[in-house]
């Protein structure tokens, strides 16, 4: 048997909506992504924007450029995480402050937070890990305490629930979400920037294309060609064919959490009382939405992470790592100095998590195979 990592829930209502935006001609920033932009605001609630991208990477850029982060501020960041989080303050000169994580949920705390703050910090990027929240209302009062700023890497997090309320509408300055071929709804590529900030909103609108004054739908729309620039923005506007995919995932966000709930409940059923950390789930009125599933190798385990990956390669199952530490990273090490030793949970993960398959409509047959590898594997 072969198990893919992943599979894209893409049907004839996806495939029909993109051949439409083909024979219509309208391919670029039209009426799908802006379609795709209410509805992404209207089943996120509480009277939020939403702006689309062409990818969470473009949206967190925007984001942070937004909220004013410029040369020498710093940023905080986890040091767990994809590399996209921290190379956007980058792109600003900003430099990115790295913390460790909470090894059981795998997220920032508002502790570790706390303890990196300086004088020249402005903002706080949490990553609601795998799907999982972080404690918001602790990082909320941390980042409200010392005057900082707060844009969510929500890259994992649709539909991700905090205290009851979905991730984009919390008290925080953005939240970006991520449309990659993986990610839990995808559009190939893309992303949404979402805000309750309305200059916020408009910022990232006019700096996504090029720093116009409006796009080419609206001059289109009223017939009238001149526009003016206001700033040398980017080249970051979502697709018409990207949108027409977003309008149908969206839609199906539910009836996929409920497909990612089902395989995570069947591995940790299948893999209890193995030598394995398992994801922890959310309490309480917090969902997750399960976008990967991590298993950890305790220390008790006779085998290795890259011996159990290499297992289970041969035996035709593709798992991937989520995710290489920033620290272990050249540039990162080598721009800031990094050692392991600051950053024990994150490095002691980095040595022994690997990402199990799981995608919509997973046979539980495969679930089944990918449990009994892992166990014959553990017993060697
Ligand atoms: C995928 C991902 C991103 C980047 O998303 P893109 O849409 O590929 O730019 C950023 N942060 C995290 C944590 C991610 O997993």
């Known amino acids: 048997m072969t198990v893919p990592f992943f599979r894209p829930h ?13 024979e219509n001609g309208w391919l670029t920033t039209g009426p799908k992504v802006q379609k795709f932009e209410a509805a992404f605001a209207k089943y996120l609630g509480g009277g939020v924007e939403a702006v689309a991208v062409n990818s969470a990477t473009a949206g967190l850029h925007l984001a942070l450029e937004a909220i004013g982060i410029g040369p020498d501020d710093e940023v905080i960041v986890p040091d767990y995480t994809f590399t996209a989080t921290a ?34 910090t402005k903002a706080i990027m949490p990553v609601h890990f795998a799907g999982l929240p972080c404690k918001m209302t602790d990082i909320i009062a941390v980042a409200k305490k010392h005057g900082l700023k707060i844009v969510e890497d929500a890259a994992h997090a649709i539909p991700t629930k905090y205290n009851g309320a979905m991730i984009g509408q919390l008290d925080t300055d953005a939240a970006v979400f991520s449309f990659y071929a993986n990610k839990t709804i995808t559009t190939g590529e893309g992303g949404m920037l979402v805000t309750r900030d309305k200059e916020l909103a408009k910022r990232a609108r006019t700096m996504r294309l090029h720093g116009f004054n409006r796009d080419a739908f ?3 729309k009223t017939g009238k060609w001149r526009y003016d620039v206001v700033a040398p923005g980017y080249k970051y506007n979502m697709t018409d ?21 089902r395989v995570a409940k069947r591995y940790a059923a ?3 009382n193995l030598p394995l950390d398992l994801p922890v789930d959310a ?4 969902q997750h939405s399960w976008h990967i599933y991590i298993i950890r190798l305790q220390e008790s385990a006779k085998v290795t992470r890259d011996q159990l990956f290499d297992t289970l ?5 593709t798992c991937s790592v989520h995710y290489t530490p920033l ?21 002691r993960a980095g040595n022994n998590a690997m990402t199990l398959p799981l995608y919509v409509e997973m046979p539980d047959a495969e679930i089944d195979y990918v449990i009994e590898t892992i166990k014959s594997a553990l017993h060697l």
């Open 313 to 317: 390669s041969d035996n035709g199952i």
């Open 87 to 120: 190379e956007v303050v980058r792109y600003l000169g900003g430099h990115p402050v790295f913390v460790d994580v909470d090894y059981g949920t795998m997220n920032i705390t508002a502790e570790n937070i706390e303890a990196a703050i300086t004088e020249k």
């Open 218 to 220: 609206d001059r289109f």
């Open 270 to 272: 299948g893999l209890k």
């Open 283 to 286: 309490d309480g009125s917090d």
């Open 10 to 22: 893409i049907k004839a209502e996806e495939i029909a909506e993109v051949v439409d935006s083909l």
């Open 241 to 261: 064919i990207a949108g027409a995919l977003g309008i149908h995932q969206l839609k199906k966000a539910e009836y996929f959490l409920q497909e990612r709930k």
């Open 327 to 347: 620290h272990n990273f050249t540039y990162w090490r080598d721009r800031y100095g990094l050692t392991p030793d600051r950053f024990p949970n994150a490095h």
